[in-house]
């Protein structure tokens, strides 16, 4: 064997000169790099009022509440409330279903709203911009609108036709969902920015109030407070009511007309809202009869099942075709493919004192006559991209302009109309930033999470549940809120957890400091891919090396 074969025969690292291993800039052998990025989160995506969600809850993992409140009021300022009636669209989006349960984002968002109240934090206006924005509706969208409003600093004033704030919120959701020490709390906390809101005061020209008060924009966001009926035949021996004045009268006090044998009229929450006050208010028996089959009833679940717990009695697939005396004529329906039931000929009756019609509401739009300009189809206001009618300076938003229609929906809608608001008093057209990709379940690596059982809120008893208006569902404690929000798997997004720097065989990875991350060493990176697979939440991505 000659000299050059035995030096060709050693291993090729240590061939090379001295000193030179470090030069071999291994990173060219790669065809796809990994990349840092922040996606976005199932539960933030999913929330009709846009809360950066993962956010709020690291801050309320850390113990830092007002922090993590501080957070949610950057989009929703009633987060006390909205932990009571929200209907919590973030949990079913929730990465964390596919592993054990959601995470409660809901209770957590309750328990920063209450701390917030309990300590008394407010939000300070912005700086004074010397514009003025009239808003008529102070419900959701308009107490939103409002919020959002006074932080880019315009001077703000809110008309309601009732005589207190808050609008389907308190006259629409019973006490015992919606505490309303809780909302007025809110509400002043709104005003102490100097928000002016005028109650009692039904506008019936708009153009006119705008002059008057010398506005520079105006924000219309009425609720759906008149009911929509369907016509009986009935000799007219017992009432029938609908629900939105029986949810109205109980809210302002008035004699309650549920009494004797209730019939509730409808599937949807409303409904459920309206047969758990006939329960409540001693009603001898309280039957909702329901047009569609249980499992395609708008309600929602846990609202028809506490419902039930509490002595509702359930007719699905029937309707009311008329009413003798106090004798009630059902028709049977029948489910088809299509989810909407065919009558089937088949009758039964049943006794009533009263029948309550609950099967949707509408927006009473009659001031609106006088804005030459505003379109409306089928009783919804017409908008644009930027929430605009077609009336200069007018927007319109929540339960009177396309939407879900849900409390949610209006404080995001509220959020949304001030943004553009602004925009267009300051001569401007505001761009919403472009939304980074969706997080999946499978992009996770959920080897890496332990099991922890969701934290459930405690449950007023059913007896005491029916006998008054006190709120159903408790409160978590400051142990339990801390557990429940380090569930979240920050799906997406880095939480420097070390794991890509310990796995990378090259040592291609550089920590940049707490808070700061991390950063790749494309020189020595051979694109692997064992950060990107290893990394729990979904925070590094391969992509195709430029050629």
């Not at 909702?288 to 509490?310: K, N």
């Not at 049943?350 to 009659?366: K, L, N, P, Y």
């Not at 302009?401 to 401007?428: F, M, Q, W």
């Not at 950063?519 to 064992?530: L, P, R, V």
């Amino acid at each position: 064997m000659s000299e050059d074969q035995i030096i060709q025969s050693k291993p090729f690292a240590i061939s090379l000169d001295v000193g030179t291993s470090l030069l071999n800039k291994t990173g060219t052998w790669r065809t796809e790099r990994p990349v840092y990025l922040d996606r976005l989160p199932p539960c933030n995506d999913a929330c009709p009022a846009g809360e950066n969600i993962q956010a709020w809850l690291g801050y309320a993992e850390e113990g830092d509440y007002e922090a993590a409140w501080r957070q949610i009021m950057e989009d929703n300022p009633l987060p006390a409330t909205m932990g009571r009636v929200c209907y919590h669209s973030c949990e079913g989006a929730c990465n964390r279903l596919d592993l054990d349960e959601a995470v409660g984002i809901n209770s957590v968002e309750r328990f920063l709203g209450d701390q917030a109240l309990k300590h008394g934090w407010q939000v300070e206006p912005g700086a004074a911009t010397g514009k003025r924005v009239m808003i008529v509706g102070a419900g959701p969208a308009g107490l939103s609108a409002a919020f959002h409003l006074r932080r880019f600093g315009h001077e703000v004033t809110v008309y309601d036709a009732n005589p207190h704030a808050g609008g389907m919120i308190r006259y629409g959701i019973p006490k015992y969902r919606m505490p309303r020490e809780k909302l007025r709390a809110e509400v002043a906390r709104i005003e102490a920015m100097d928000v002016e809101i005028v109650l009692s005061t039904k506008i019936d020209d708009v153009l006119a109030t705008k002059q008057e008060g010398r506005f520079d924009a105006v924000f219309l966001c009425i609720g759906t407070q008149l009911p929509r009926h369907v016509e009986i035949a009935s000799d007219d021996e017992i009432p029938i009511l609908d629900a939105m004045t029986v949810l109205r009268d109980t809210e302002l006090d008035n004699p309650s007309k549920l009494k004797g044998r209730v019939l509730v009229y409808g599937g949807g929450n409303t409904a459920m809202d309206v047969a758990r006050t006939s329960i409540r208010m001693g009603a001898i028996s309280t039957t909702v009869i329901v047009f569609e089959a249980r499992e395609h009833m708008p309600a929602h679940a846990f609202e028809v099942e506490e419902a039930l717990e509490e002595g509702a009695v359930l007719k699905c697939l029937h309707s009311i075709k008329r009413v003798d005396g106090r004798s009630v004529t059902l028709e049977r329906m029948r489910a088809t493919d299509n989810h909407w039931p065919e009558p089937t000929g088949e009758f039964e009756t049943i006794e009533a004192d009263i029948i309550v019609q609950a099967i949707g509401q509408r927006v009473d739009e009659d001031f609106l006559g006088h804005l030459s300009g505003l379109r409306v189809e089928d009783g919804i206001t017409q908008i644009d991209s930027a929430m605009a009618t077609g009336v200069e300076g007018t927007f319109a938003g929540g339960d009177m302009a396309p939407s879900i229609r849900t409390v949610t929906g209006a404080i995001g809608h509220g959020k949304k109309a001030a943004r553009n608001i602004d925009a267009y008093l300051r001569g401007e057209t505001y761009i919403a930033p472009e939304k980074n990709e969706i997080v999946d379940f499978d992009k996770l690596n959920t080897s890496y999470y332990s099991d922890a059982p969701r934290t459930v809120r405690p449950m007023l008893d059913v007896v005491r549940r029916k006998t008054g208006f006190a709120e159903v569902v408790g409160d978590l404690d400051e142990d339990n809120a801390a557990f429940e929000a380090r569930r979240c798997m920050s799906c997406g997004n880095c939480f420097e957890c070390d794991n890509c720097y310990g796995m990378c065989p090259d040592n291609a990875i550089t920590k940049l400091g707490p808070g700061r991350r991390f950063d790749f060493k494309y020189d020595y990176c051979k694109g692997c891919a064992i950060c990107a697979t290893e990394c729990p939440c979904g925070a590094i991505k391969m992509v195709a090396e430029d050629i």
